[in-house]
């Protein structure tokens, strides 16, 4: 059983910056990031591979958002920069155990994720 526990979501106004952070209890996992929106599903927004080599994002977040991990802490983050209104959701951490060299796929997939936070709430008022 791997615990993530994520933090750093607030109220940030439209074109602000933010830093999630994602402490996890266990390493060597691939990382996700996934947000849901009130009456919408849950979404891919990034992930990262075990060794932090590979990156993945959803199409409207590339250039502003960047996944990063440090692995001598156990904790993945996700920077936002030029937030928009709708970036507005729960941003949810997981974890999954996906081979190195992988088809993105199975980074984008939350299916493979095994594990996941309680969730922190990103709110940007425009």
């Known amino acids: 059983q791997v615990q993530l526990v994520e933090s750093g979501g607030e109220l940030v106004q439209a074109g602000g910056s933010l830093r999630l952070s994602c402490a996890a209890s266990a390493s060597n996992y691939a990382m996700g990031w996934f947000r849901q929106a009130p009456g919408k599903e849950r979404e891919f927004v990034a992930a990262i591979s075990w060794s932090g080599g590979r990156t993945f994002y959803e199409d409207s977040v590339k250039g502003r958002f960047t996944i990063s991990r440090d692995n001598a802490k156990n904790t993945v983050y996700l920077q936002m920069n030029s937030l928009k209104p709708e970036d507005t959701a729960v941003y949810y951490c997981?974890?999954?155990?996906?081979?190195?060299?992988?088809?993105?796929?199975?980074?984008?997939?939350?299916?493979?994720?095994?594990?996941w936070g309680q969730g922190t709430q990103v709110t940007v008022s425009s």
């Open positions: 997981a974890a999954a155990r996906i081979p190195q060299f992988s088809p993105s796929d199975y980074y984008t997939n939350r299916g493979r994720y095994d594990y």
